[in-house]
């Protein structure tokens, strides 16, 4: 088994209710969670929207190859409503689901990248996933989480939320 680990995020509906069902969905299709952070808010990153985004990392124990998963969370993003990808840059959106590591898996193809190409990049995703994976080396960049943040120039805001799913 694997350790697969998602940034789970959204800015339209009640997005604390779509990672509750979402969880469920991920237990059922891909593997089961043997973790997650605490909710984080923050702005929208590359864009202008009125809606703040909701992130969650979650962790999974999982079998599947990284293809597959890939295809899963693109049908549970679709299921709630997400539109494809667009090429154009960011939009608003009600469920976005990226693979940010594979175990020390490193993947580059046209459709997908492991370890997520720009999560050095993103404050609203090395500070949830610093909250328990902080030590977590990425394969690449042969970085621990913890000093990806600390070395991370995103001055957007982010914000531990309050409400716990758990």
Known sequence: MGRLILLLGGNQGDVSDTFDKVHRLLNEHIGDIVQYSSLYESEPWGFESENNFINQVVELTCSLGSEKILSITQKIEHEFGRKAKSTKGYSSRPLDIDILFYDDLIVSVPELTIPHPRLHERMFTL????????????????????????????????????????
Do not use: A
Not at 135 to 143: A, D, F, G, M, R
Not at 151 to 163: A, L, P, R
């Open 127 to 166: 500070l949830p996933l610093s909250e328990k994976w902080e030590q977590l080396i990425h394969p690449v960049l042969n970085k621990s989480v913890k000093q990806m943040k600390e070395e991370c120039d995103d001055t957007g805001w982010v914000k531990k939320q309050i409400i716990d799913l758990r």
